[in-house]
């Protein structure tokens, strides 16, 4: 299935776009990473600045992602993602200059631009997918659109922390930039198919009243309908342990590793050979099993490796954790996108994906911003910060499980 589908050009545009994209996102991510260390106030426990990163890059899609959503479903869908990634590109440019001139805060205002385009592209992204593909191979196609994220994140993190360390911090930002360009052309060639699109409202009076009514909808088609508010919470509580990760978790790491930037690409790396596997696997298996029962399985899983992850000291013990979290976390990723992607209608997917990027953003934002402050002041140690985010995915997917029992 996977090779008909690459004999797909829109398709293969669509993949190649995103591997790209992931890959600069990486070297993105520990440039930025280094940047924060070095500028923070005290760089051997720089929680209060890592706290700062979820807020600026995801307090756009929680305030105007369900707008963007429903402006995406009114538009035309690869010119949003063209766009979209030109302006990332141009910004991710901007934000050397900014930290020149104007320190962390000035870098940090970039980061937030940043991701209000992102805020357009990623409900773009997975609302284009069921207009390339035929409806029986949206699980296949949202394998392997995970599988090139993975991939990405496999040679981005390996490559990636090696460059940030020896390079320093301006080179990553340097190819992040670089990167967004490439997709933007292999995003040109997609050619979707054709979706009536809504007529736009004469007047601004009108057009936001469209915009109310259209946020409503979607929220509506989301608490309504079972698998997507299923699939919606599940992602909930993912993001909520991964804000606990980045900021707690990066703690211990920077306690327990002396070369932290290449070593955390190294860690990412082992995260990505795992989801590669789980992505495998649930292309291969995932249709014999219902998506609550592989959603169970995924949040369960990868909080067990969190609570391992937490009295683990060694690097091949840490990177043999993070293969195996990788494993279920792709498990619960390709899952749910394949979920929503399947119960919401064309003229509605942009609004019900950006409501979950909304949603995810929220939770992020909340456990990050909250264990910056509990750590900065000592409240809590980070070992116990994230394996109480383990033991809550352990919880929510032990009651998943038995939900669909009976």
Same mark, same amino acid.
């Given at each position: 299935?996977?090779?008909?589908?690459?004999?797909?050009?829109?398709?293969?545009?669509?993949?190649?776009?995103?591997?790209?994209?992931?890959?600069?996102?990486?070297?993105?991510?520990?440039?930025?990473?280094?940047?924060?260390?070095?500028? /923070?106030?005290?760089?051997?426990?720089? /929680?209060?600045?890592?706290?700062?990163?979820?807020?600026?890059?995801?307090?756009?899609?929680?305030?105007?992602?369900?707008?963007?959503?429903?402006?995406?479903?009114?538009?035309?869908?690869?010119?949003?993602?063209?766009?979209?990634?030109?302006?990332?590109?141009?910004?991710?440019?901007?934000?050397?200059?900014?930290?020149?001139?104007?320190?962390?805060?000035?870098?940090?205002?970039?980061?937030?631009?940043?991701?209000?385009?992102?805020?357009?592209?990623?409900?773009?992204?997975?609302?284009?997918?069921?207009?390339?593909?035929?409806?029986?191979?949206?699980?296949?196609?949202?394998?392997?659109?995970?599988?090139?994220?993975?991939?990405?994140?496999?040679?981005?993190?390996?490559?990636?922390?090696?460059?940030?360390?020896?390079?320093?911090?301006?080179?990553?930002?340097?190819?992040?930039?670089?990167?967004?360009?490439?997709?933007?052309?292999?995003?040109?060639?997609?050619?979707?198919?054709?979706?009536?699109?809504?007529?736009?409202?004469?007047?601004?009076?009108?057009?936001?009243?469209?915009?109310?009514?259209?946020?409503?909808?979607?929220?509506?088609?989301?608490?309504?309908?079972?698998?997507?508010?299923?699939?919606?919470?599940?992602?909930?509580?993912?993001?909520?342990?991964?804000?606990?990760?980045?900021?707690?978790?990066?703690?211990?790491?920077?306690?327990?590793?002396?070369?932290?930037?290449?070593?955390?690409?190294?860690?990412?790396?082992?995260?990505?050979?795992?989801?590669? /596997?789980?992505?495998?696997?649930?292309?291969?298996?995932?249709?014999?099993?219902?998506?609550?029962?592989?959603?169970?399985?995924?949040?369960?899983?990868?909080?067990?490796?969190?609570?391992?992850?937490?009295?683990?000291?060694?690097?091949?013990?840490?990177?043999?954790?993070?293969?195996?979290?990788?494993?279920?976390?792709?498990?619960?990723?390709?899952?749910?996108?394949?979920?929503?992607?399947?119960?919401?209608?064309?003229?509605?997917?942009?609004?019900?994906?950006?409501?979950?990027?909304?949603?995810?953003?929220?939770?992020?934002?909340?456990?990050?911003?909250?264990?910056?402050?509990?750590?900065?002041?000592?409240?809590?140690?980070?070992?116990?910060?994230?394996?109480?985010?383990?033991?809550?995915?352990?919880?929510?997917?032990?009651?998943?499980?038995?939900?669909?029992?009976?």
């Amino acid at each position: 299935m996977g090779s008909r589908l690459f004999r797909n050009k829109s398709f293969t545009a669509l993949w190649l776009g995103q591997f790209v994209s992931i890959f600069g996102d990486r070297l993105h991510y520990f440039a930025l990473l280094a940047l924060i260390v070095e500028r /923070a106030h005290d760089p051997r426990n720089p /929680a209060p600045e890592l706290a700062l990163l979820p807020a600026v890059s995801f307090l756009p899609a929680i305030l105007i992602g369900p707008l963007a959503g429903a402006l995406v479903d009114s538009w035309e869908t690869r010119s949003v993602l063209v766009i979209s990634d030109t302006i990332r590109g141009c910004l991710v440019l901007l934000i050397l200059p900014a930290a020149a001139h104007g320190g962390l805060p000035a870098a940090l205002a970039m980061v937030f631009l940043l991701y209000v385009a992102n805020s357009f592209f990623l409900p773009a992204r997975s609302a284009v997918v069921p207009d390339i593909v035929q409806k029986h191979e949206l699980m296949e196609a949202s394998s392997l659109c995970t599988l090139a994220g993975v991939a990405a994140t496999i040679v981005g993190s390996a490559l990636g922390g090696l460059l940030v360390d020896r390079a320093g911090w301006r080179w990553g930002f340097g190819i992040d930039a670089l990167t967004y360009f490439v997709s933007v052309g292999f995003l040109a060639a997609m050619r979707p198919r054709p979706r009536e699109r809504r007529e736009r409202p004469r007047t601004w009076a009108l057009v936001y009243a469209a915009l109310g009514r259209d946020v409503r909808e979607g929220a509506r088609l989301t608490v309504q309908n079972r698998a997507v508010l299923g699939s919606v919470l599940a992602l909930v509580l993912l993001w909520a342990a991964g804000g606990a990760l980045h900021v707690a978790g990066t703690v211990l790491l920077r306690q327990r590793m002396t070369a932290f930037v290449s070593g955390t690409g190294g860690l990412l790396s082992a995260l990505g050979f795992g989801m590669v /596997a789980g992505t495998l696997l649930t292309a291969w298996r995932g249709r014999r099993w219902p998506p609550r029962v592989l959603i169970a399985a995924g949040l369960a899983g990868t909080g067990i490796a969190l609570v391992i992850f937490t009295r683990t000291v060694s690097f091949p013990a840490l990177a043999a954790v993070a293969f195996t979290a990788g494993i279920f976390v792709a498990l619960l990723l390709v899952t749910t996108e394949a979920a929503v992607q399947a119960a919401v209608g064309p003229e509605a997917r942009g609004r019900v994906f950006a409501l979950r990027d909304f949603s995810t953003r929220v939770a992020v934002l909340a456990s990050a911003g909250f264990l910056g402050i509990a750590l900065g002041r000592s409240w809590i140690t980070p070992g116990w910060a994230v394996g109480g985010a383990g033991v809550l995915l352990i919880g929510a997917g032990v009651g998943a499980y038995r939900g669909w029992k009976r």
